[in-house]
């Protein structure tokens, strides 16, 4: 069954530092990735997918994520993280399957910013 | 363009109450997607519909839970009765369908209806 591992569910760091969102997925078959991010009170919006094409993948406001088979991860980074950022960030994996694109989510890792 | 509208978007009612939630996807959207995401987990899919139809509800708990799309435009779910555990965000969302094998078709998310059951 595929799923998604986002270790960390909190990650803290100081405004203008790398930013680093870690995801481990699990799949029978090349899945697509997805990056989302949630505001407080707000809905999922997405910030880039990987769907086989180029391994690096950009994304909005700066992020950007490295699809690695070997490792079966797809991080997300941003290099210099700004307070707009701090938010919660979900990994998610469509185990492709006949033209749905089913998301399976991973737990979440929520995003602090401080000055 | 208008995104995915919900209401409410808070609800408190007590344990044994029922209570529903109502959803108008993106105009033009196809498919139709309910989500549960409890608290500091990641959204899990209760049921998809391509137009009218329920074309995946296997996670939907069907004793208590219901939904319906009628006219393949919006969707109603529906708890009855609610119970403490379902205390949580229900987002819907929706895309465009089914396109050609192996295409992909964005999800867009509504903002969500936090239930909190008493």
């Known amino acids: 069954a595929q799923s998604v591992t986002q270790l960390g569910s909190h990650v803290s760091v100081s405004e203008g530092a790398l930013v680093l969102l870690r995801c481990n997925y699990s799949?029978?078959?090349?899945?697509?990735l997805f990056w989302y991010v949630q505001y407080p009170n707000q809905g999922l919006q997405l910030l880039l997918k990987y769907t086989s094409a180029a391994t690096l993948v950009k994304g909005i406001n700066g992020f950007e994520a490295e699809f690695k088979k070997s490792e079966t991860s797809f991080h997300l980074t941003k290099p210099s993280a700004h307070m707009s950022d701090a938010a919660e960030y979900f990994c998610a994996v469509s185990p492709f399957s006949g033209g749905y694109n089913k998301l399976i989510f991973g737990a979440g890792t929520r995003l602090a910013v401080h000055p | 363009e208008a995104g995915v509208v919900q209401s409410p978007r808070y609800k408190i009612i007590e344990k044994k109450q029922p209570v529903a939630f109502w959803c108008n996807p993106i105009s033009g959207h196809n498919t139709l997607y309910w989500y549960l995401q409890n608290l500091g987990q990641g959204p899990e899919l209760l049921i998809r519909?391509?137009?009218?139809?329920?074309?995946?509800d296997s996670q939907l708990p069907k004793d208590r839970f219901s939904a319906e799309r009628l006219k393949g435009v919006d969707s109603t779910l529906k708890i009855q009765p609610a119970e403490l555990g379902d205390s949580a965000v229900y987002l819907c969302?929706?895309?465009?369908?089914?396109?050609?094998?192996?295409?992909?078709?964005?999800?867009?998310f509504g903002p969500g209806t936090r239930l909190t059951v008493l």
């Open positions: 519909y391509e137009n009218e139809e329920a074309v995946d």
């Open positions: 799949s029978s078959v090349p899945p697509y």
């Open positions: 969302a929706s895309s465009q369908g089914q396109g050609a094998p192996f295409s992909y078709n964005e999800q867009f």
